[in-house]
């Protein structure tokens, strides 16, 4: 274990990068999510349409060619798109996460029975009062389970993040080993790691559920 | 059709002194199914209309084609004044003078007793918090649920509920109130603590129409009752017309029924 001193900076650095990735894109994959949930459920047929089109497209591509599609293929076709390999990462994960997010979301909506809106709107609520104050609080009950679930196995898929050469968690365990030749230790780290970032998740979770209910 | 010259009303010309609601050839399907099939009414100000009819007789839809939660096919709904039909009518400004209990309570599950009232005060007329407070806690004194105003929906019994929904209605200060079978979904020991509250509103002069299934309440309570089978409005007049003695067959028979 002596070499422990000098491979933990390495991963620890590694965590930040997964941290932050995990962090700003599930926070843009929850409100791009918000927004495709809302649109799924709106009187508007073009956007329920466009909420669809969006969700089953990207619901049915791995995150893995995602990230290949936009980090190689895009600048092919777009050559003012090339993007570095952070915001490659933040962007693809986000633009997978929206859709999941979406999807519960929207699902969540549906759940809420009709007659909550029909009182809404009886009272002269708009739009925005209706679901401000009424639909997405009683929504947020049943969005927060599979939500948080989504979210926990986010942290999981920012491994992918690897591939295009953004240096998280995943990919430092795995440079670290091939170095120290200890992949024992260090893949016990970055597990201890990921565990460390997606328990709290969990609990936090769990504590909104309780506030909630 | 009929329908095509009824559909431009002048304004005056609905009703002779203070009709609040004037439909004319009213019109409405759900797909291929038409649920109301020309139906005329005028309400009066003050006036509480009592609709009983079989299920499926359309009394519901016609109800809830007042306040717009239904858009009507064809024909005229004008309600204080406001042309339902006309697309550029914001129905919003009708909906905050036109106050609805329904069926199925639909108190907001998550909010207070007290806030179930006040928001809607609060977010769509913009009262202020202390007015909006102060005005539900004199409704809920109305309703006789003073001490239940920091309980949630669900610690309540269904009339409670009921009552509550009655008050959330009434606190933004409706001219008019549509009842949509308001006890249909209670036990029988909580009917008449909400018909009661309704009766109080009927003597203060609130404008109502009501869809019921208590014969007993549009008796004692209506100033007129309409009885609606198949889409149309099959015979309408006093209660002790309609109720007592009644010369539609069709209103003998489901009154046989029902009694």
Redesign the interface.
Known sequence: MDGFAQYLPPLAQGLGMTALLVAISGVIGCIAGLILGLAATSPLPPARWASNIYTNIIRGIPPLVILFFMYFALPILFPLLTLSQTLTAVIGLSVYAAAYMGEIVRGSIRAI?V??G?????????YY?KFR??II??AM?IILPPGVGFLISLVKASALASVIGYDELTEEGHIVSTLNNQPLNVFLVVAVFYFVISYPLALLGRWYERR?A | MTAGSAATVSPGSGAGSGAVITVRELRKSFGSNEVLKGINVQVADGEVVCIIGPSGSGKSTFLRCLNRLEMINSGTIVVLGHDLGHSRTDVHIVRQKVGMVFQQFNVFPHLKVLDNITLAPRKVSKIPKQEAHDRAVELLRKVGLSEKADAYPRELSGGQQQRVAIARALAMRPQIMLFDEPTSALDPETIGEVLSVMKDLASEGMTMVVVTHEIGFAREVADRVIFMDDGLIVEEGTSSEVLKNPRNERTQAFLRKVL
């Open positions: 029975p007659g909550q029909e009182a809404s709107e009886a009272l002269g609520m708009r009062h104050y009424v609080p009683q009950k909630l």
